[in-house]
């Protein structure tokens, strides 16, 4: 399996841009895709994007955000764009991955993007 570590996360004004980026350390060549999730006070961890076959958004972030992978290297980047105060949550970098037959899912420890002004 991966470790996975996120950095980026800050306070940002309302329609600003912050960049997120997550690296994995360990058996990086077992992943398969990468993503990003996020969990606003209160709620439950939601989708926000990931690449694996193909690169996915999740309707609220999507002509907003934009992913980055490369898997070869175990990194990952969410470029967010126009942010919104309805961002505001603790982001986390996802991976999955398969060793042998048994598949997994990493997840990073999360950084704070709080948008208000």
């Known amino acids: 399996q991966v470790q996975l570590v996120e950095s980026g996360g800050a306070w940002v004004r309302p329609g600003g841009s912050l960049r997120l980026s997550c690296v994995a350390n360990?058996?990086?060549?077992?992943?398969?895709?990468l993503g990003w999730y996020r969990r606003a006070p209160g709620k439950e961890r939601e989708y926000v994007a990931a690449?694996?076959?193909?690169?996915l958004y999740a309707d609220s972030v999507r002509g907003r955000f934009t992913i980055s992978t490369d898997r070869a290297k175990g990194t990952t980047s969410l470029q967010m764009n126009n942010l919104k105060p309805e961002d505001t949550a603790t982001y986390y970098c996802?991976?999955?991955?398969?060793?042998?037959?048994?598949?997994?899912?990493?997840w990073g420890q999360g950084t704070q993007v709080t948008v208000s002004s």
């Open positions: 996802m991976a999955d991955g398969l060793v042998g037959l048994e598949p997994y899912r990493s």
């Open positions: 690449v694996g076959g193909t690169t």
């Open positions: 360990g058996s990086i060549a077992t992943i398969n895709a």
